[in-house]
Structure formats: C-alpha cells, structure tokens
C-alpha cells in the first residue's frame, strides 16, 4: 500500500465529514491556544518583571523605617520615624559597598498648571536618585545639590505629568507649576519608561528636592526612607550588612533588639517576584494542560464514534481489498490531520489571543518558541496516541461482521 | 475451458454459544471462466457463507478452495485482502457506496488499494467502468444523489474496475423494483457475453433462467446442480414489462 493513496484516502473521509473533523479538532484548537496564550501571559509577566528590576537597578537597596513585621499592625506613629538625615549621611561616608543613596520622602496631592491639575506624588530625592533608578533627563537639567541645600522649589517631571498638564504644547522647562499650594519650577523633564510589569506608570511622577519637600510640604525632619545602589548586585549582601551595621549603632540598638527598619534589596525581590510567576506560569500550563488533555480524548472520542459510525465502510474496504494496516493507517493519518491542523489553528488563535491579551489588558507577554513547539509536539502526539485505539479496532474488524452491521 | 474456482467438500462450522452450526456440510463444485452462475436456496440454506468463502472473505473450517488455481485456505489475513483486490469483485444486496463520494471516486476506490496503478490509469479506467455500466454521465454524482438502481450500477462498476476473476453478487436486486432488476439483470447478462465469471446469489427463481447455470442449497449441501441450455434474455423481458411508472 503506498502511502499517497493513504493520505489521499484519509483527506476523502476528512473531506466527506468536515463538521464532524472540525468538531474533533475545537478540542485540540483550544487546548494549544490556551497552552500558549496561558505561558505568554506567565512568561511575560516574568520577563516584565525582570526587565523592569533591572531597569529600576538589580543593585537597588531599599530601607524603609519600621521592623519588618510582614501583614502586621503598626501601632505606634513614632516607629515610622526613626530614619533621620544622619543616618543617611553615615551610610554614605561609612559604607564602602553602597556607591549611590538618597533619601527619599513623598507627598501626594494636585498638581496644578494653568486651567489644568491632575492628582500626582512629589517625591523628594537627591540628585543620586536619578543613577539608582537609572532614569535619564530627556529635556533641561536635574536639580542639584545647591537646590537641596536651599529647598529650592524646583522640580523634574515624568512623561505622564507633562501630557496631563501642558496639554497645549507648551515646553515645560521653566514653567512654573503648583503642587498644592507651593509652586515648583520645572527644571527637566524625564525620559519616559513606560508602564512597568504591575500596570504602573513610572512617568506619572515629580522628583524635588528632598529638602523641599521635608519642609515646605510636608514639615517633617525625619526620613521615609533611604534608596542605595550597591557598588555592583554581587555586593548587595554585604551593602546591606553595612548598612544595618551603621543603623542599629546610629539607633542605639543592643543586641538582642530587633532592628527599627528594614532593608530590602531589588535582588530579593526579583527572586520572590520571580518565583511567584514561576509558579503562576506552572498553575497555568497545568490548567491549560488539562484542556490539551480533554482535547485529546475529544480526538478519541469522536474517532471511536467514528469507527463505529463507518463499520459498513470498513468492512467494505476490506472485502476490496484493504488489509488491517490499510484501515489502521486510515484512521491514523486522519487523526494525525486532525490533530496537526487543528495544531497549527491552535498556534494562530495561540498568538494572537495572546497579542489581543497584551493589546487590550496592558498584560506583558512572551510567547516563547519552545511553549509553542512543546504544545503542538504534545497536541501531535495526543492525536497520534488518542487515535491509535479506535484505529486499531477498527483495524481489527472482522470484514463480515462489519459489512453486516447495522 | 479454464477453471476458476473449485471447492474440495467445504464445511464451515459457526459456534455459537456452545452449539455448534453447521452452515456448510461438504459442498464441491467447479466454476469455469465465463460462467453464469446463480446460487438458490431458501434462507439460512448457506448462500451468503458460501459466497463469503468463494470471495476470500471468511475461511472455510475444512476443505479445499482454489481461485484462479491458486489454494486459499492456507493464506494469511493480509494475502486474502490483496487477492480480493485483484481477482474478486463483489456486488451488495445495500450497494455499500461511500457516503457523499462521487461515482468515480466509489469506482476508484478497489485500486486505491493496489499501489501498481497510478493515479491517471485509475481514473481512467474508473471513467472506463462506468462507462460501460451506462453511466458515462453520472461520474461526479455523490451518491446521495443517485437512484438505487443508478447505485447499485456504481457499485457493478467498482466490482469491474479490478478486471476480476470472478464477480460476485449477494441478492444485488433484491433492494430495487422489478423494471429496476431486469435492469440491472442486463447489465449482468452484457458482462457475461463479453466473457465475465459471475456468481449471483439470488431468492428469486426467475432470475435462474437468465443465468448459464444454476446451483440449489439447502441446509449447507448442494442439492441440485443443473446447466441452463435456454438461457432467457433480459433485455426481451424489460421489453416486455408494462411500462407503468413515469
Ligand atoms: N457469523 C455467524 N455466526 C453464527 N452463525 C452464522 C453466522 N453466519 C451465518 N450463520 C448461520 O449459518 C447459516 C447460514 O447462513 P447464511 O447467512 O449463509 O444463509 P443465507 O442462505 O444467506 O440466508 P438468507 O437467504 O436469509 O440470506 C444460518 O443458520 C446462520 O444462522
Ligand atoms: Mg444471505
């Protein structure tokens, strides 16, 4: 038996019961586009989230004030000042593994330019903030140090800022905006870097000087928190060591006390964010599995029926002729079309479910070449294997009896 | 005259729920090239066991069977579906046509199943086929689409395409009207004059006077076995049908 007449004779049938092989391969269609769209949306997420560690500096060292009571409540106002400028300071001059650190203090309120305003958060930074996080100055100039030591009322702005506030075209640089009742002279404008992995826009944001903010909005002398870059990511243990050490002599802490801040570096987070993606993108692909898997036994399910349904054919294939492999061969080869078009099908709906996802919900995606050749390897295979039992009792029929059915 | 099928005392014994059926008793009988050969007996007599076994179908439990010279008994499964490919035609009483297939497709579909024809000579010689059962202008017909008459000579024409040995029919009227019977009786009384080996299992005693031989059973044996000296013509008796539909 040559196996262009088997393929032949197999696409006859396929053609002589388009429903009923479309039907068959829906199962398989959903299964690897959910495959797919399911590990492009986990895989995204992942990437998104590393890219976007790396972008906000995968050496970023973070102290907040506080012990780090994870979920718990914070009873006493007081706990939540105990980062003051020296302590900044000392992690500067004193710390031999941080290379960059700025204070950071935020005030949230409107922001207010001509008939325009818009809600927004001033953060209050040193000029090292804009090398930690690695933003850059698209148009005019960061402030400076002069600026800080003077609580100049002066400001950068994202992207976001810019749009909701100039919305007639004007260059920003050198207008003269309010935040609240303070006005604040734009001095640059950053660079934009769009939306991050958690759907947040990092453009929608103006940096001042701490020390303006500290005193002209917010009257506090304490610090809500001290951002670090370690001098590389290897060094972020022992940064952050330091700092601890420096802290807790600065805080007068015994041993045995618990630390009055905590310290987190970008790395710790990376790695915790990461394994919850990992193992969203393994919920996933197990939830989408099992639909590949329902695909499959939908393939045998309607091949079973099939071969019951043809008996007659069978049989009458045989007494012309056809042997058992013949028949077997028959319904294999049409579950394997079925099955590795409705692969190919899967892999379309697959992708572009996938770029719909990402266009419509912001939601970060990846589809990786691997995800889309393991789905349909396995959708192939699952055809292969779910059509082999019915093709074989079909195979098996004795041609009398087949011919004989009713 | 060349022989083409010879039965040595065929049993063939069914076992069914601890009893035992004896569907065939010891039947022998030779079958020379070119015959017409009808095949009576009241039902249950064996008839369709026995075409099952000439057509390679089903093995007898004892006995010998040779077609074409060649002895079947011993042949594998997959040995007895090429020789039924190559030497056997078989007409159904149900016509058996695929579903939703074109005529040339259905007539096709024997030499599919032999790898020695291509694709063009296959076609052709389906085209040939039905042509010469008379429907040179029904070829991309489905079957849905065809009366049984115009069927069951798609399906005569499937049985032809192979170039058989023998053409075996299992009651290949018994579906279809009087006017449609004679018909296709013709159709089988052509194939015999231009040479055909045509085995015809058949209820209807009629049908015995227009074939060359004719061979009664009962209850698995042979029991009458007689030449037809004056065989009838279809085509005088279609004549002669009242011609009362349409
Ligand atoms: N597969 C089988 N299993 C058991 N018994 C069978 C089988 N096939 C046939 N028989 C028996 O063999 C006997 C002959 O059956 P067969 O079908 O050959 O009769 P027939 O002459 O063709 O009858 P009819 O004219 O009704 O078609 C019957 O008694 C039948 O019950
Ligand atoms: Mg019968």
Known sequence: MNVTNLFKIALRALANNKLRGFLTMLGIIIGVASVITMLAIGQGSKRSIQAQISEMGSNMIMVHPGADRRGGVRLDAADMETLKLQDYNDIVSECSYVSLATPTVNSSGQLIFGANNTPSTVYGVSPEYLDIRRYEVEDGDFFTEQDVLTSAKVCVVGKTVVDNLFTNGENPVGQVIRFGKIPLRVVGVLRSKGYNSMGMDQDDLILAPYTTVQKRMLAITHLQGITCAAVDERFTDQAMEEIAEVLRRNHKLQRGDDDDFTIRSTQELSEMLTSTTDLMTVLLAAVAGISLLVGGIGIMNIMYVSVTERTREIGLRMSIGAKGRDILAQFLIEAILISVTGGIIGVLVGVCASLIVNAAAHFPIYIQPWSVLLSFAVCTVAGVFFGWYPARKASQLDPIEALRYE | ?246
Request: with cysteine.
């Open chain 2, 1 to 246: 005259m060349k022989e083409i099928i010879r039965l040595e005392n065929i049993r063939r014994d069914f076992h069914v729920g601890g009893e035992t059926v004896h569907a065939l008793r010891g039947v022998s009988f030779t079958i020379y090239e070119g015959e017409f050969v009808t095949i009576m007996g009241t039902s249950g007599s064996g008839k369709s066991t026995l075409l099952n076994t000439l057509g390679c179908l089903d093995t007898p439990t004892s006995g010998e069977y040779y077609l074409d010279g060649v002895s079947v008994r011993t042949m594998g499964k997959n040995d007895r579906a090429t020789l039924r490919n190559r030497k056997i035609g078989f007409v159904f009483q149900n016509y058996n046509l695929l579903a939703k297939t074109t005529a040339v497709e259905n007539v096709e579909l024997p030499l599919l199943y032999n790898p020695n024809v291509t694709a063009a000579e296959r076609r052709e010689r389906a085209i040939r086929a039905l042509t010469s059962v008379g429907l040179a202008d029904r070829l991309e017909h489905r079957s849905n689409q065809m009366s049984g008459g115009q069927m069951q000579r798609v399906a005569i024409a499937r049985a032809l395409v192979n170039d058989p040995a023998v053409i075996l029919a299992d009651e290949a009227t018994g579906n279809l009207d009087t006017r449609t019977s004679f018909e296709i009786l013709v159709l089988f009384q052509e194939l015999h004059a231009r040479g055909r080996t045509i085995i015809f299992v058949t209820h209807n005693p009629d049908i015995a006077r227009y074939s060359s031989r004719n061979i009664q059973l009962r209850d698995g044996h042979v029991i009458a076995d007689t030449q037809n000296d004056e065989v009838l013509s279809a085509v005088d008796a279609l004549a002669q049908l009242p011609v009362t539909d349409e």
